[in-house]
């Protein structure tokens, strides 16, 4: 549903627009699209400036568009016509010289067949202008978070209700996502890691069919979707037998790492320096070539977004953006640990919004 | 894991990339790379012609490249590099003038950068070239196709064990999809549809708030993804109440129309035809104007491939494709039927290798 927000949205955008020297901006990614107006369909592009905003869609969607976005000029096609065509047909109208385009998201034929039947309009690539606006969540937005989490936590609790030594990987990340629906959760907000053992060395792993009585811990890394399409993003490690002294000691290192960078997390600090922050307490303990990836990322209606917290990030912490803060040490062939919470950053520090307690339990 | 199967597909890809004119082919889709090299992994790519074949990949793959495709020449890059600057460094020992590039894979951003980067190296856009062998399925794939159907099934028959007059379609596709994996899914096809009554209206509705004791019938399409990630799809419709007499009888005409088109299912057939068969059937019972989709699709690694059936399709059937047929009629504000089923193109006929009634059980 069209609200205020959306509205305000459209002209922190419009200004970027100008500011970026165009005269429009066909927004083609489709959680951009949702973002700006509400809508929630899909196969539907975004025209917006200054002195245009209008949704091009197909007849698939016209009752959608109506109930969702009523305030937003739309045009829509029918199936006999493409979308380059409709658009060959429509976007004239408007006699605007140059528009940009979101490179991350079209794909180069759509652009190819743009072009063609465009021209002489130009078209420029253009990234991040409407991701740049979704890093600062508004108040609804972090409701919605707060809700994403609350369905990955009580999904992941019904899961370990359920468990059995004899179970699979695989069957506890299905338990878990079936879990997290049953509160509420559209789906899970990315295939769940759930990896026993040795297999929580491998930080692309996902969820296969080693037992849980195979190993004494495991790792789970997983989140939920809120209806309005938000995204959580946890990781804990867990002890189902007797853990390897090895394990305990990383596991005390990438806590204290954890916790010492979420004490870092207030606006006007660099990304940079929070990633470092843990970073050095690794390096200190020894494992610094042990953790391979960035400290975190925004949350929102993708799963990774800005800003980054890495060691090349450029990225400065404000009020309103929602990061994971997740060290990990990954040590092959014995496995690894990574603790993932998800923070707000509020106007004088930070809050953590997930909540399942970080003790190491066998 | 590499096979002669992935061998012989790739010799197949060279004649065609040579027949396009083109010194080799970067395959960027990561199904496409899956389909000719059997690794499973993703942000890899594979540079194919005549007189190169490598991949392109990431450290975090390299155990599994090694495992699931020894044979191909593969390099890794480091974090440190992106893919395109590791691209630039490696294309050029090839010294080819020209390659082509999947322009339905690659977006605009990754292009451009490419393009930069590689010049005098020129980039020709494709498509299709991959996607038409994989239109062509071997005795390998028909099987996994087979179980996806019969896990798709099963999960189908559990699911309506399993309900409720106080269900929601929401609940019922979320007991559908676990109970899919249950019996070795990896994940639904695609967010099943579960329309209860005048939602089945809408061919692109997904699964809401209405609960199955508000209306008298159901329309369900649903699939399953194989462990090897093929698709099944299907669709049916059933009463839970007393069905309108209306709807009883669409129900029948789109039965006719799909027996009669899958009757029509042979070699040598152009979709075309097939398509109209449906659609005249529909047509000489009054409802043309309510059948606004093509007739079915290939199924396979993705959920929508060729050949298409519909009426401006030019494809021709060949033996090994598989597609759905599935002619719909859709009443706004009453309701629609769609029936589906999954046909497998035979040497001399056909194989519809899905098996749930058609019976409108009430």
């Given at each position: 549903m069209t609200t205020d927000r959306h509205i305000s949205r459209r002209q922190k955008l419009i200004q970027a627009i100008r500011k970026a020297g165009l005269s429009a901006l066909l927004v083609t990614n489709p959680k951009n699209v949702s973002y700006l107006t509400g809508f929630t369909g899909e196969d539907s592009y975004l025209l917006i400036g200054p002195d245009a905003t209008q949704i091009f869609s197909d007849s698939r969607f016209e009752t959608q568009l109506h109930d969702e976005c009523p305030t937003i000029q739309a045009e829509v096609r029918t199936a006999r016509t493409t979308m380059p065509e409709f658009l060959a047909k429509e976007l004239p109208k408007f006699k605007l010289s140059q528009i940009g385009i979101e490179a991350r998201s079209m794909t180069v034929d759509v652009r190819d067949s743009l072009v063609e039947k465009l021209s002489p309009l130009q078209l420029v690539s253009q990234t991040g202008l409407v991701e740049e606006l979704r890093q600062i969540k508004d108040p609804e937005e972090i409701d919605e978070l707060r809700l994403a989490v609350d369905q990955a936590e009580r999904g992941y609790a019904l899961m370990k209700s359920l468990l059995l030594p004899s179970m699979t990987e695989r069957q506890a990340a299905h338990e878990l996502e079936h879990g997290m629906r049953r509160f509420g959760?559209?789906?899970?907000?990315?295939e769940p890691i759930i990896a026993v053992g040795s297999h929580a060395a491998l930080p692309h792993y996902r969820a296969g069919l080693?037992?849980?009585?195979?190993?004494?811990f495991v790792l789970c890394d997983w989140g939920a979707v809120s209806p309005r399409g938000y995204h959580s993003d946890l990781t804990r490690v867990w002890g189902t037998g007797k853990v390897p002294p090895k394990l305990l000691r990383i596991y005390g290192v990438v806590l204290n790492a954890q916790q010492a960078a979420i004490a870092a997390i207030r606006p006007g600090v660099k990304c940079q320096e929070v990633d470092g922050v843990a970073r050095k307490v690794i390096e200190q303990a020894g494992y610094s070539k042990y953790f391979g990836h960035g400290l975190g990322h925004g949350i929102g209606l993708d799963i990774h977004e800005g800003p980054r917290l890495s060691p090349i990030s450029t990225d400065e912490l404000k009020p309103g953006m929602v990061v994971t803060v997740e060290p990990g040490i990954y040590l092959p062939g014995l496995g690894g640990v990574r603790i993932e919470d998800d923070v707000l950053v509020t106007r004088d520090g930070c809050e953590?919004?997930?909540?399942?307690?970080?003790e190491l339990e066998a």
């Open positions: 959760a559209l789906k899970a907000a990315f080693r037992r849980f009585d195979e190993s004494p953590v919004l997930t909540s399942v307690p970080h």
